[in-house]
RNA sequence: GGCCCCGUGGUCAAGAGGCCUAAGACAUCGCCCUUUCACGGCGGUAACUCGGGUUCGAAUCCCGACGGGGUCACCA
């Protein structure tokens, strides 16, 4: 049988990674199957719809390279893919289950059942729906219709007995059906069905085999498996994962600000490197490989190796894995992805960006880091004369002084022209050895003249280039100026 | 609180009774390379939650405790 795996968001407006992470294994899984990967939303609850954030479901899976082999764009054999579209697919299935008895008309209205709740917790009871509609008779079901009395369609969930149920990840599952059950509302009070309804009836009617979602589903599995064998259909095969989070005790959430997909794009992540992290979280190729294409990983993906306990998301090793894979990167491409954020400090009219990207390209973990490391290029910052002094290239202020007036003339006599990066090496190294001294007690101190940094994208040469002739000639003059007025 | 799940270094994790005086990666620390930083190379610190069993032998099996998470909506 064809395995059909489908990914099934709620358009929030935002792809929460948890939520990456579940579509990337439910479309690893397909796609190593040569089966289908399905996308659907779920969009029940009307009051959270956000504008536009289909968009993004549909933006974020393309870019993660997870391509959707039927859905609410590209349509399918099984469609509306949009479950708001689907609303009328579900009532008779809803009216089926009230005929066999497995299902009822409610008319409790929330404050009804608001007061009965409190009533019951105030006695220090576990609330549950009462089944107080249960035994309403056909007659007294219409008079309240035709009364105009609002009402819900409530499972009418078993008392006892149990139920149980395999999971591919935590094994086999068994919950007391008076602990695990309840009546929950299948349809609301404004016709739609609830999630855990037309959740139900869309992965049976668009023939999902296997059924991946959070392990925040794990205890309500129980109440599905119900309904479809109420409905006489076949259970799907499960597979829960355990949860993606911020900490040991906290699961990633927006107010992290850490916890979608684009705050992570913004900040300049790689979605590849994002991706191969997120597999790694709950799942291991159990060899030592860390580094995997989507092709790659659907090979090598095997649900025998999810881990069952909650992964802490690492911003250490995610940034690793970016750094890996902007280090990997063609030149061209990182320059492409860099120029936004080289023009936020700098114009290429005046700075040479290729030269830069490839001083800076091994240097980037995340490229909002850029402006920072070149802002130098464009203003001088503040810094105290202290700099001048490093132990190990032996330099000091008066040292800098010295090796700042031996270099001037040098960069003086070399022509705008000539301005070059080999022309300054070897002006610069010959002056070096001409006066006998060390290359860290002219460099370093002429590096942070220029720079105003301990810490630069390259060396000395590099920088000076950069900079360009008459700029650094005015950095090393107001280098000299500091350095003499500490000695 | 009831029920369910989980428990190897700071993090991801290998480990499915002896191969474990417990791998690898990230982070961290030190050294080397080097005109700085970074890259790279080498090395170090660091873990089986605890307590009982079972067994000749347990990180691996069982029980309990403890810890953490999840779930108990007309949200998904």
Partial sequence: MEVRTRFAPSPTGFMHLGGVRTALYAYLYAKQNHGKFILRIEDTDQERYVEGATEVIYDTLRRCGMNWDEGPDIGGPCGPYIQSERKATYMPYAEQLVKSGHAYYCFCSKEEIDQRRAKVEAAGGTWKYDKHCLHLSPEEIEEKKAAGIPWTIRMNAPTEGETSYHDMVFGDMTFQNAEAMDDMVLIKQDGMPTYNFANVIDDHLMGITHVMRGMEYLSSTPRYNYLYNALGWEIPAYIHLPTVMRDA????????????????????????????????????????????????????????????????????????????????????????????????????????????????????????????????????????????????????????????????????????????????????????????????????????????????????????????????LRRIALGLEKARAAC
């Avoid at 911003?315 to 990182?334: H, Q």
């Avoid at 002219?442 to 360009?468: D, H, K, M, N």
């Fill in 249 to 472: 005790t906290h699961k990633l959430s927006k107010r992290d600000g850490d916890a979608y997909y684009s705050d992570f794009m913004d900040k300049g992540y790689l979605t590849e490197a994002l991706i191969n992290y997120l597999a790694l979280v709950g799942w291991n190729p159990g060899d030592d490989r860390e580094f995997f294409t989507m092709d790659e990983l659907v090979e090598a993906f095997d649900v025998k190796r999810l881990s069952k306990s909650p992964g802490i998301f690492d911003v250490n090793k995610l940034t690793w894995f970016n750094a890996e894979y902007i280090r990997r990167l063609p030149k061209e491409k990182y320059l492409e992805l860099a120029r936004p954020w080289f023009d936020q400090v700098l114009s290429e009219d005046s700075t040479d960006y290729a030269r830069l990207a490839e001083l800076m390209q091994e240097r980037t973990e995340v490229f909002n880091q850029v402006p920072g490391m070149i802002r130098f290029l464009a203003e001088l910052p503040e810094y105290d004369a202290e700099l001048f002094t490093h132990k190990k290239m032996k330099t000091n202020p008066a040292v800098a002084c010295e090796a700042l007036q031996l270099v001037t003339p040098v960069l003086e006599g070399i022509d705008e022209a000539q301005w070059t990066e080999p022309v300054l090496h070897d002006r610069l190294m010959a002056c070096i050895q001409e006066a006998g001294r060390k290359n860290g007690a002219v460099l370093w101190p002429l590096r942070i003249a220029i720079s105003g940094q301990a810490s630069t994208p390259g060396g000395a040469i590099e920088i000076a280039y950069l900079l360009g002739k008459e700029e650094t």
